[in-house]
C-alpha cells in the first residue's frame, strides 16, 4: 500500500491529452513538492517533473505538472507511442522520508 | 558524461548481509547527497534512504521497512556511495537504484543491481 496513491492504469489514442493524479496528505504533498518519473518498459526511471511543475533539461513541454492542496496531476498532450510507459509521483514527508505513488501504466492505443 | 553505475549484486540467503556500490563519474560526488530507491519484481518504486552530503553533516535518513537493517555510506574520494544490508529478508528481493538528488530531485539514476534474498 503506497503512501501516495495513483490510478493503476491510465490510456489515451494518440494526440490525446492525458492526466494522472496523484493523491497524498498534508505531512506530503500538502508541505513538499511533488515529483514526476516515468519509466520506460525494461530501463531505469527518469526524472520527468521537479518541484511541482518544472522541467529537466531535455523533457518536451507536452509534459506538465500541477499542484493544489494535497493532490497533483501530471498531463500528457499530443500524446506520442513512446510516452507508452509507467509513471510514478513522489513528495518528501514530513517524517523524514521520500513516498512514491504506486504507479500508473500508461497505454497509448 | 554524468553516470552512476551500481554493483554488488546476487543471490543471497536470508538473514545474511549484502553491500552495494555505486560508483559515479561526471560530476563532483562529494557536492551531492546520494540515495537508494528499490523496485521489487513486478511492483512499484520504494525509497530505501538517502545521505546527505558532508557539507550537510553526511547524515543519513532511511525508510522504516529498513531501518536498523541497512546503513548508507560514502567515501567521497573514490566517488563511491555504499548500501550495507544486513539481516536480510525474501520481501528485500528487488533492483536496487543508486540517485543523485539534486534540487530535492532523484534527478540521475543508475542502471540498477538485482538483490534476491532466496534459501
Known amino acids: 500500500q503506497s503512501v501516495l496513491t495513483q490510478p493503476p492504469s491510465a490510456s489515451g489514442t494518440p494526440g490525446q491529452r492525458v492526466t494522472i493524479s496523484c493523491s497524498g496528505s498534508s505531512s506530503n504533498i500538502g508541505s513538499n513538492y511533488v515529483y514526476w518519473y516515468q519509466q520506460l518498459p525494461g530501463t531505469a526511471p527518469k526524472l520527468l517533473i521537479y518541484r511541482n511543475n518544472q522541467r529537466p533539461s531535455g523533457v518536451p513541454d507536452r509534459f506538465s505538472g500541477s499542484k493544489s492542496g494535497t493532490s497533483a496531476s501530471l498531463a500528457i498532450s499530443g500524446l506520442r507511442s513512446e510516452d507508452e510507459a509507467d509513471y510514478y509521483c513522489a513528495a518528501w514527508d514530513d517524517s523524514l522520508s521520500w513516498v512514491f505513488g504506486g504507479g500508473t501504466k500508461l497505454t497509448v492505443l | 558524461e554524468v553516470q552512476l553505475v551500481e554493483s554488488g549484486g546476487g543471490l543471497v540467503q536470508p538473514g545474511r548481509s549484502l553491500r552495494l556500490s555505486c560508483t559515479a563519474s561526471?560530476?563532483?560526488?562529494?557536492?551531492?547527497?546520494m540515495s537508494w530507491v528499490r523496485q521489487a519484481p513486478g511492483k512499484g518504486l520504494e525509497w530505501v534512504g538517502f545521505i546527505r552530503s558532508k557539507a550537510y553533516g553526511g547524515t543519513t535518513e532511511y525508510a522504516a521497512s529498513v531501518k536498523g537493517r541497512f546503513t548508507i555510506s560514502r567515501d567521497d574520494s573514490k566517488s563511491i556511495a555504499y548500501l550495507q544490508m544486513n539481516s536480510l529478508k525474501t520481501e528485500d528481493t528487488a533492483v536496487y537504484y543508486c540517485t543523485r538528488i539534486t534540487r530535492d530531485a532523484f534527478d540521475i539514476w543508475g542502471q540498477g543491481t538485482m538483490v534476491t534474498v532466496s534459501s
Open positions: 561526471g560530476f563532483t560526488f562529494g557536492d551531492y547527497a
